[in-house]
């Protein structure tokens, strides 16, 4: 009987070990996600003000968050990789 308890925690330590490797690597896969969107949109943004400015013959300043997109990023990133439990 003892016997039989050790081995049911230890299939259901196994289990939880499991389950929390795949509930990281889906955090990964969501931030990998995430940051392709981010970098799509960033680029899509970028690629519009330049066609503006060429129409136009005229500088346009980007917007602060454009300009601070890659500090932003690192800060989700650090988060996502660091989460606060």
Same mark, same amino acid.
Do not use: D
């Given at each position: 009987? $003892?016997?039989? %308890?050790? &081995?049911? %925690?230890?299939?259901?330590? @196994?289990? @939880? *070990? *499991? ?10 896969? @969501?931030?990998? @996600?995430? &940051? ?17 400015? #060429? *129409?136009?013959?005229?500088?346009? $300043?980007? +917007?602060?968050?454009?300009? #601070?997109?890659?500090? /932003?990023? /690192?800060? $989700? #990133?650090?988060?996502?990789? #660091? +989460? *606060?439990?």
């Amino acid at each position: 009987m $003892h016997m039989q %308890l050790i &081995e049911i %925690l230890e299939k259901r330590e @196994r289990e @939880r *070990v *499991v389950r929390e490797e795949a509930w990281k690597q889906q955090g990964m896969e @969501r931030a990998k @996600r995430y &940051e392709e969107v981010r970098t799509e949109e960033t680029s899509r943004s970028l690629a519009l003000i330049s066609f503006i400015q #060429n *129409v136009l013959g005229q500088e346009i $300043h980007c +917007p602060q968050s454009l300009e #601070n997109s890659s500090l /932003e990023e /690192e800060i $989700h #990133n650090q988060e996502i990789q #660091n +989460p *606060v439990l």
